[in-house]
């Protein structure tokens, strides 16, 4: 059976199940491609984050980076497990605040926030905004000057240091466009301008140099250069920073070929090298902050299709296609990410084909997995995508003019719909006919 699945994910007709509740039933109710969440796991990753820092007696925040996966009951998830979050848009800012998400505990990110968006944070209270360049410092040096509002600030530095990952998903090297560059000076000049900004409160500062990073050893690194140039800072501009925020980006289990660390891991090591750094340079401990997307919620997801027609090519390959693809998962033709699937009437039936799991998109990239062994299958089967919780739902496009899938929420045996399926006239509701001009009346 795929190691992805735990024992207790089968019921006693062997159904995948999802938080207690029977995924054909899921399929049945509420039609696929369907996104389903095992809540219950989002909310144990989340506690297992909070138990190595309380191991560890440090102070400390998760928040909880919400481009991976945000909609309205999200943000009331998490609200409720009392952590942050932090948005990089007005749209991910609105969604937060439909859900009566406390405005305090977000952080506001992007390297090109509008004046618009700026403006939407100050009026929200939105408890931290997160600098990323100097336009970004100077529109809200104006903006709190004029409103006189106190705000209060991180900034985001690029440290310099490429973490081993997807080039596209890579976001800490100098070369990189996000954040004040640390080896070039502008880091120092954004501290001093900053702390001469009357309204702006600067608490921390905050990295992050990728995503889906399996080694520990970037992360070191980042804490090693960052309470180096904070004991300098301390030094030389008379600023030691309360928080240091080291971002996300913590690596996780897609397929059997992924050997990631626990996500636990790194952040155990953050803390220990955090302690031994600050004491090795003779600083005060600091407040860590992380920022965890996928590994909170992606293998809380899954997402269910059913099977439709099939191609076999004789001596090269079979391609067994779905009712979704590349629109409610983008991340295989973008990234070449990889995946395993499932059927979910019964994942321990042995493997009796080898078969490429390709969408109903029209293009030939629009493959969500190569090769998967599966069991005879027959259309109308559900199979189960497993591991889709990040990234899946939040980069889902309207391509082909394909509506995007229901998202439902599962726990404790009970399931949920938290996002409706688009219908067709949701794909029309915002088109404008052509105007026809007067003459041609
Ligand atoms: C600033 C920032 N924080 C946190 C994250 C979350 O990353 P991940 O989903 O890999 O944990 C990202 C995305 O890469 C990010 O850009
Ligand atoms: N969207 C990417 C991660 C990018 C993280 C954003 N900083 C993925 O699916 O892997």
Request: charged share 20%.
């Amino acid at each position: 059976m795929n190691e992805q699945i735990k024992t207790d994910a089968l019921n006693a007709a062997h159904h995948l199940m999802v938080g207690g509740v029977d995924t054909l039933a899921l399929a049945e109710a509420y039609q696929t491609p369907l996104y389903v969440y095992d809540t219950g796991a989002i909310r144990a990753e989340i506690a297992a984050f909070k138990q190595v820092f309380e191991t560890n007696h440090v102070d400390y925040q998760i928040s909880y980076a919400s481009k991976a996966f945000a909609t309205v009951a999200m943000y009331q998830l998490i609200a409720q497990e009392h952590i942050h979050c932090d948005v990089v848009s007005g749209g991910e800012l609105y969604t937060a605040q439909q859900a009566d998400f406390p405005m305090a505990n977000v952080s506001f990110h992007g390297n090109n926030k509008s004046l618009a968006e700026l403006t939407m944070a100050l009026d929200a209270g939105v408890g931290n905004m997160v600098v990323d360049n100097f336009d970004e410092l100077q529109q809200l040096i104006a903006l709190t000057n004029q409103r006189q509002q106190l705000t209060t600030i991180m900034l985001r530095i690029a440290p310099g240091i490429s973490a081993h990952t997807h080039d596209y998903i890579s976001t800490g090297q100098e070369d990189s466009k996000f954040g004040f560059d640390l080896n070039s000076g502008q880091a120092d000049t954004a501290v001093k301008q900053a702390q001469a900004a009357p309204f702006l409160n600067l608490v921390g500062i905050h990295c992050h140099i990728g995503s889906q990073i399996f080694e520990l050893n970037g992360f070191e690194m980042i804490v090693d250069k960052l309470v180096g140039v904070f004991a300098r800072w301390q030094r030389e501009l008379d600023f030691y920073p309360q928080i240091m925020n080291v971002g996300g980006g913590f690596g996780v289990k897609y397929t059997a070929e992924d050997h990631p660390l626990q996500p636990t891991d790194f952040v155990d090591a953050i803390v220990k090298e955090t302690i031994a750094q600050t004491k090795a340079h003779h600083v005060p401990m600091l407040e860590i902050w992380i920022e965890p997307g996928r590994s909170l919620v992606a293998a809380a997801g899954l997402t269910l299709y059913t099977i439709g027609d099939a191609k076999e090519i004789p001596g090269i390959r079979k391609y067994l296609a779905v009712d979704g693809g590349m629109g409610d998962n983008i991340r295989p033709a973008l990234y070449q990410a990889k995946y395993e699937a499932v059927l979910a009437k019964d994942p321990t039936l042995p493997a009796e084909q080898v078969a490429s799991i390709a969408g109903k998109y029209c293009e030939s990239g629009d493959m969500l997995i190569w090769n998967q062994q599966l069991p005879a299958t027959k259309s109308g089967d559900v199979l189960a995508v497993l591991d889709t919780g990040a990234y899946g739902y939040a980069m889902a496009s309207n391509y082909n003019r394909n509506p995007r899938p229901a998202v439902v929420f599962c726990e404790q045996g009970h399931s949920q719909l938290v996002v409706q399926r688009e219908s067709y006239a949701d794909l029309t509701r915002l088109d404008l006919p052509l105007s026809v001009p007067e003459e041609t009346k």
